[in-house]
């Protein structure tokens, strides 16, 4: 199952290479596909015990798994699947 951390890892991962004008793809399987399903990345689920994670991020303004992905797709990143 991908949670939470698994999607910062991508997304933060290729936005970033993708901001220095590289040409960058991620591939998902079919364990990932949820990361770019309409509705299912926002309901990723939390490791138990990490709940305080997202307010940390949320006070920190650290772009939601949405925002990534609309980032992701302004950067023309192909998100193969």
């Not at 509705?39 to 920190?60: D, I, M, N, S, V």
């Not at 990534?68 to 023309?76: P, S, T, V």
Request: with cysteine; aromatic share 12%; hydrophobic share 50%.
């Amino acid at each position: 199952m991908v949670v939470f951390f698994d999607a910062y890892k991508v997304f933060n991962i290729a936005t970033a290479a993708a901001a220095t004008d590289a040409n960058v793809a991620i591939f998902f399987t079919f364990e990932g596909l949820n990361l770019i399903h309409n509705r299912a990345h926002k309901q990723l689920p939390l490791p138990t015990g990490k709940e305080h994670f997202q307010e940390g991020f949320t006070r920190a303004n650290v772009p939601s798994i949405e925002e990534l992905i609309g980032m992701a797709k302004e950067c023309d990143l192909l998100l193969a699947k």
